[in-house]
């Protein structure tokens, strides 16, 4: 189970004394337990598997704009610490699939489902969340589904 993988690489990291892969896997357990706190709120149960790599990939994209801005701003000691947090929390996810295995994968789903036109992309876009859950880019996806479509 993924948070049970998290919480073995923060036991290790503070055996290593690893102070960047401590500190970023600290912040990963906060922010699923932020979110089992507000999943119980509502009467739900702890979140599962497909909402912390969700919860992962956001915090991925949050890092990849921070590290932006701070390249941008000639912080490149900010920026290459946004970096490695990036690679660590990348640790939990699945593989992404290339350019070029998304391109494949979006034909695929429009030659099974028989999507004809731009009002079946809704149908493509479940389809490849479903098929490849937290491996592909959907807003990469979304375009490549729109170019074959249109």
């Known amino acids: 189970m993924l948070r049970d993988?998290?919480?073995?690489a923060l036991k290790k990291a503070m055996k290593d004394q690893d102070k960047r892969r401590l500190a970023t896997l600290r912040l990963i357990n906060a922010?699923?337990?932020?979110?089992?706190?507000?999943?119980?709120?509502?009467?739900?149960?702890?979140v599962g598997e497909d909402d912390?790599?969700?919860?992962?990939?956001?915090?991925?994209?949050?890092?990849?704009?921070?590290?932006?801005?701070?390249?941008?701003?000639?912080?490149?000691?900010l920026a290459e610490d946004e970096r490695a947090e990036?690679?660590?929390?990348k640790d939990f996810l699945p593989r992404q699939l290339s350019a070029d295995e998304v391109k494949s994968a979006c034909e695929a789903v429009v030659k099974d489902i028989g999507a004809s036109g731009l009002r079946d992309m809704g149908k493509c876009m479940s389809?490849?969340?479903?098929?490849?859950?937290?491996?592909?880019?959907?807003?990469?996806?979304?375009?490549?589904?729109?170019?074959?479509?249109?």
């Open 5 to 8: 993988e998290i919480n073995e």
């Open 31 to 46: 922010a699923v337990k932020d979110r089992d706190i507000a999943a119980r709120a509502d009467g739900k149960d702890a």
């Open 52 to 77: 912390i790599r969700q919860l992962l990939s956001k915090m991925i994209r949050q890092r990849e704009e921070s590290s932006q801005v701070y390249a941008e701003a000639g912080r490149t000691e």
């Open 86 to 89: 990036i690679e660590i929390i």
């Open 127 to 150: 389809a490849l969340k479903e098929r490849f859950p937290g491996q592909i880019d959907m807003g990469q996806a979304s375009s490549v589904v729109k170019g074959i479509l249109n």
